[in-house]
């Protein structure tokens, strides 16, 4: 198991196209979850996955941004008409969740990093 | 709503000292964890140490050790004989279980190890 793997991990795109970020978790996890990052900021939640099923999703995550998972393994993240403002890093993180509790390790990829000019 | 206020944007710790880095978190919920993760400028998020809002004992892991203050809704983590290597910004970030499944981050704390 090579932890959780992002692709690109660097994409430069001009503003009003499209991009699509690829996670694949660890892969035994049932959960799969995506954030963004600014410069100096935290993560901030955008959506999350129990195996294939979206289950929550951020006010940050505007009609722009789609989610996918559609075998419960990989997920896609895509961006449609990008905007300067998307320009940010995207993180992907997994985790098993057996039961509910407030324990719940995730496990981060390394992120994508979007620069919109 | 939930939040995590980090309220040191940077210190510096002389390598082999200790350090404290703050956080503060706002809750009603009487279940949550709370976290620390450290963000090397390779920008991988890393895991270092959770701590359950029912847990009496403090967590500890290794060097790490989570200084958890329930009242005061304060969780800080102190790091141990610092070494070069833990130069990195650090994240206090909180689950609360009735808010859904999501982590609440804070700013960050950028750490300087100082030789």
């Known amino acids: 198991d090579t932890g959780v793997s992002q692709n690109p991990r660097h994409k430069i795109t001009k503003r009003g196209q499209n991009v699509t970020f690829r996670c694949d978790p660890i892969s035994e996890h049932n959960r799969l979850y995506w954030y963004r990052q600014t410069l100096g900021q935290g993560p901030e939640f955008l959506t999350y996955f129990q195996n294939e099923a979206q289950l929550e999703k951020s006010r940050l995550l505007s009609d722009r941004f789609s989610a996918e998972r559609p075998k419960g393994s990989f997920s896609t993240l895509e961006i449609q008409r990008t905007e300067q403002g998307d320009s940010a890093m995207y993180l992907c993180?997994?985790?098993?969740?057996?039961?509910?509790?407030?324990?719940?390790?995730?496990?981060f990829g390394p992120g994508t990093r979007l620069t919109v000019l | 709503a939930q939040k995590i206020t980090q309220t040191q944007p940077g210190m510096f710790v002389q390598e082999k000292e200790a350090v404290t880095l703050d956080c503060t978190y706002d809750?009603?919920?009487?279940?949550?964890?709370l976290f620390w993760y450290k963000q090397p400028s390779s920008g991988e998020m890393i895991f270092l140490i959770y701590q359950g809002s029912y847990d009496e004992q403090n967590a500890t892991e290794g060097r790490y050790s989570l200084n958890f203050q329930k009242a005061r809704k304060s969780a800080n983590l102190v790091i141990s004989a610092s070494q070069l290597g833990d130069s990195a910004m650090y994240f206090c970030a909180m689950r609360d279980y009735n808010y859904g499944q999501n982590f609440v981050f804070g700013p960050g704390t950028r750490l300087s190890v100082l030789p």
């Open positions: 993180a997994s985790s098993l969740v057996d039961g509910e509790s407030s324990y719940n390790e995730q496990f």
């Open positions: 809750t009603s919920d009487q279940s949550y964890g």
